[in-house]
């Protein structure tokens, strides 16, 4: 047990859900995240074709569509189908885009896997070979017996055994290769199936040091420029290695390549860039998994379908790109959905969809493909509250925004809140990049036009965001250093108790997360800012298991629970993660209460 971790994980969870203000950060920060392309530099979309064309039915493409709004779990961002190589299907909820790189999460993992393939065909690589020989110059004083036994073929099938440095060593160590090969597995190499994001990490060091390159070179040059992929971003951890099991920015549309080059057998354009014999290895049930994991096994970093019709990339919160094996039928998908593995509705709902048998060609039906088109361009409309006008709403196409209502002049002006450390960025996230902000310190609400202006200062640094009324209105913002790319949307509406208020939901379309503000017009002198997330508190579970498994195996929690009780955490994350902010107008707002401006 990795005692270094577990002290760290207690102290993190402690100043995260305890103090009032302040970083909880165990190591410093360094950003991750480093741009975001332009409009110019993202792929554009393959063209569509006619479902029938391919076998595929348009009125049960369009049924697929109903059902996914219909789930009250779906947070669906993009879907893509395709059939045979040819794009059928294009969904976006509002907000979204194939088009824009977002992070895939564990996804990841399994683009890591095909760098190894890259290096195992070319036999510099066998995944046989042991960890203690790859790192012979960079291991520590000791190591331990088991470490010695483990090889590139556990790191790939997730039966390397350690369970001591896992993904919360990302936020408290900063030597994650020398953590690991410290480490003393829990089980013997090989004999059970124990998913850690650090498997994966390890695999990019063992790329770097076997072929001389960063990951991301060797995925340039072997994969993603045959490919045409050239949109993309590959996070590091605080050495510079790539992360390898997360921190990958990908395209849908790119994503989407990916998964025909696997349903092809690593064959692009005529041209074999992958061995083929690595993948029938790779997407091959290599070890038993848990049904809690959902309903696959485990391969090379990929999933397998135990009924055997299809493998799977898939990252946390509903990233996924499904591929099946006889139908020619392929799926991404992108979420926000509270989900860890494949336990969710929106992958069941796709997966029985790739089950169904479809015929080679079906005869034309213009009319059942026009409606499938509308539900398209309609898609999610009516649970974000958007017009079903069949105009698809993103960053390239933004829709009109209409003007502001009179009552918004009653809450324009500058506010004072409370004490606290709240952002605007998504509290999952900030975790995930160890990126915490100083607290919200003044929220201003102006006029410009037919476009609300929300200005957040967040310690000293104060953000403008432009907010369209029912059109989403973008911009870039940087959060120590690291730029996020942000939509924004408001309305006036009212709650359960009638009780009149502004909603301005926030989309990061490069991420699975968003944020909702609602301003309440009660007419006390300090009103409350509330802020939610989605994901949201389906997440608590797994936010207390990774941070505070750590400190109970090695007994640092129990000698907090005097101080520190799961309720007590539990309560304060849900704080953390839907904060309610009371402020009251600054005397430089008595002017601002008039009518707002109306671009007139």
């Known amino acids: 047990m990795n005692l270094t971790v577990a002290r760290r994980s207690l102290d993190y969870l402690v100043k995260l859900c305890l103090k009032e203000s302040g970083s909880p950060e165990q190591i410093p920060f360094y950003p991750q995240k480093t741009r975001v392309p332009t409009p110019e530099e993202m792929p554009r979309m393959p063209k569509k074709q006619s479902p029938e064309q391919v076998g595929v039915s348009s009125a049960r493409l369009e049924a697929l569509l109903r059902d996914l709004e219909a789930d009250p779990r779906s947070h669906l961002h993009n879907l893509l189908i395709y059939r045979w190589g040819r794009l059928i299907l294009s969904a976006s909820a509002p907000g979204y885009s194939p088009r824009v790189p977002s992070v895939t999460h564990s996804l990841a993992k399994s683009v890591t896997s095909l760098a190894v393939a890259c290096l195992v065909g070319d036999g510099v690589l066998s995944l046989s070979d042991r960890l203690v020989d790859i790192f012979r110059d960079e291991l520590p004083p000791i190591v331990s017996r088991r470490m010695k036994r483990v090889t590139v073929r556990h790191l790939l099938t997730m039966t390397a055994g350690v369970t001591g440095v896992s993904e919360t060593a990302a936020v408290t160590l900063e030597d994650w290769k020398r953590a690991f090969l410290s480490e003393n597995p829990a089980y013997e190499p090989g004999s059970r199936f124990f998913y850690n994001s650090i498997n994966s990490y390890m695999l990019s060091a063992v790329v770097e040091k076997i072929s001389g390159q960063p990951l991301e070179e060797v995925l340039k040059a072997r994969i993603f420029t045959p490919l045409g992929i050239t949109c993309y971003e590959i996070e590091k951890c605080p050495k510079g290695i790539a992360k390898g099991g997360w921190g990958m920015y990908l395209s849908p549309v790119d994503l989407g390549k990916l998964g025909l080059l696997l349903q092809a057998g690593g064959v692009w354009e005529g041209k074999q860039i992958l061995p083929a014999d690595y993948l029938r290895e790779a997407t091959t049930a290599q070890v038993a998994v848990d049904e809690k994991y959902g309903d696959y096994d485990y391969g090379y970093h990929l999933w397998i379908a135990r009924d055997g019709s299809s493998f799977l990339m898939n990252g946390m919160l509903g990233q996924n790109v499904l591929i099946g094996r006889e139908n020619g039928l392929i799926s ?269």
């Open 332 to 600: 991404v998908s992108t979420c926000g959905n509270d989900e860890f593995y494949q336990q969710s509705s929106t992958l069941r709902l796709i997966a029985a969809f790739l089950k169904e048998p479809f015929p080679a060609t079906l005869l034309p039906s213009p009319v059942a493909r026009r409606r499938l088109r509308r539900a398209e361009e309609n898609f999610f409309c009516r649970r974000s509250g958007i017009p079903e006008t069949g105009h698809h709403e993103d960053l390239f196409s933004p829709g009109v925004s209409a003007p502001p209502p009179p009552e918004l002049g009653r809450l324009l002006g500058t506010y004072l809140p409370e004490k606290n450390n709240v952002g605007l960025l998504p509290l999952a996230w900030r975790i995930m990049q160890n990126n915490h902000a100083p607290g919200i310190t003044r929220i201003s609400l102006a006029c410009e036009e037919n476009t609300l202006v929300l200005s957040i200062t967040e310690g000293e640094e104060t953000r403008r965001i432009p907010c369209g009324f029912g059109a989403y209105r973008y911009t870039a913002l940087t959060y120590r250093e690291e730029p996020y790319l942000l939509g924004a949307r408001c309305m006036m509406t009212e709650n359960e108790d009638s009780v009149r208020l502004l909603r301005i939901d926030f989309v990061f379309p490069e991420l699975p997360n968003a944020r909702r503000l609602k301003i309440y017009l009660t007419g006390e002198p300090e009103i409350p800012f509330a802020f939610s997330e989605i994901p949201g508190m389906d997440l608590v579970p797994s936010i207390l298991n990774s941070l505070v498994a750590n400190a109970v195996k090695s007994g640092v929690y129990a000698l907090a629970q005097k101080h520190l009780s799961d309720a007590l955490i539990r309560y304060r994350i849900r704080h953390c993660m839907e904060p309610v902010l009371y402020a009251a107008k600054t005397d430089e707002s008595a002017s601002a209460e008039e009518e707002p401006d109306k671009g007139e």
